[in-house]
């Protein structure tokens, strides 16, 4: 009888084993799946501040963008610019987008500014971006990106120019706690030449923001973000025109695994032009700004 109880015993054992051998393998197959589904891209989290990822090797991408920006201090203002863009990261860490943005500006009755209301393509523009520090290996991420761009109009009064220019910036982020607080900064110089009326004219403007976001839940994420800009007569920060503090929040929505919208909206809160005496700066920057991004994974 004992033997025979033994057996029993073995034999059931030997049959849990078999059962849940395979269960726990897929359990924990899953488990490593879920990990690698829901690591969080940071690009676009962040609002108008970017993020530090580079996307994954072989990914592609179009991103359709509109940026927006209204009100100045008198008259009717309003500018947008709406782009598409093809994205690939064709090495680890390094990504490179291209794009050709179309303008768009309605304005009357503004001081300094002829009125106008027309629209037309407004160049070429490319990023390149290439990653530093991963936040996963490395205490922060840390990425460099560097964007040429070619404008056939004026961003603020949308007069006709040949305008050049090499945005540069440098990003840093930090996941306060994991999958759930994100956290990043930007520091921005951008220079720029163009023609306009056969003479030739440069300004520049530089830039910080930050910005912190939280995963309210499984691909929803809520922040805001604080960006202080300053704009110069020439590219050598010796001569300032004007600068302004905006405040805002964002948004990210991922519908699909290959798809999501993303959005911020801004307010200038403080702000000087050079040539204004007055608490904002609606000369060389608008009241509000705004930005509105689908991306699609293929």
Not at 69 to 86: E, I, N, P
Not at 243 to 259: C, D, E, I, K, Y
């Amino acid at each position: 009888m004992t033997h025979s109880y033994r057996a029993r015993s073995f034999l059931t054992c030997l049959l849990l084993a078999v059962l849940v051998g395979p269960l726990s393998s897929a359990f924990a197959g899953e488990e490593k799946e879920a990990d690698e589904r829901e690591r969080v891209d940071t690009e676009f989290i962040f609002g108008f501040t970017t993020g530090a990822d580079t996307g994954e090797v072989g990914e592609h991408e179009l991103e359709h963008q509109t940026a927006a920006q209204w009100g100045k201090r008198d008259g009717r203002y309003g500018a947008v610019t709406d782009q598409l863009r093809y994205e690939t990261s064709p090495e680890q860490n390094f990504r490179f987008e291209i794009g050709a943005p179309i303008a768009y500006y309605n304005i009357s009755g503004v001081p300094g500014l002829d009125d106008r209301n027309q629209g037309s393509l407004n160049g070429l523009v490319a990023e390149f971006k290439y990653r530093l520090f991963d936040r996963d290996h490395a205490p922060f991420g840390l990425m460099v990106s560097v964007e040429p761009h070619w404008n056939r109009t004026d961003e603020i009064s949308g007069a006709r120019i040949d305008g050049y220019g090499g945005e540069i910036t440098l990003v840093l982020e930090k996941e306060l706690l994991k999958d759930r607080l994100f956290a990043a900064v930007n520091f921005v110089y951008d220079p720029e030449i163009a023609r306009s009326q056969g003479q030739w004219q440069r300004e520049s403007m530089l830039g910080f923001s930050a910005s912190v976001t939280t995963q309210v839940k499984p691909g929803v994420f809520i922040g805001g973000e604080a960006r202080y800009l300053r704009r110069y007569d020439g590219v050598d920060l010796d001569s300032l025109a004007g600068q302004a503090l905006f405040l805002g929040p964002n948004f990210l929505v991922r519908l699909s695994n290959s798809l999501s919208i993303s959005g911020a909206w801004s307010v200038q809160v403080a702000g000087h032009a050079t040539a204004v005496p007055c608490a904002l700066d609606l000369t060389t920057f608008a009241r509000q700004q705004a930005l509105f991004r689908v991306e699609y994974k293929f």
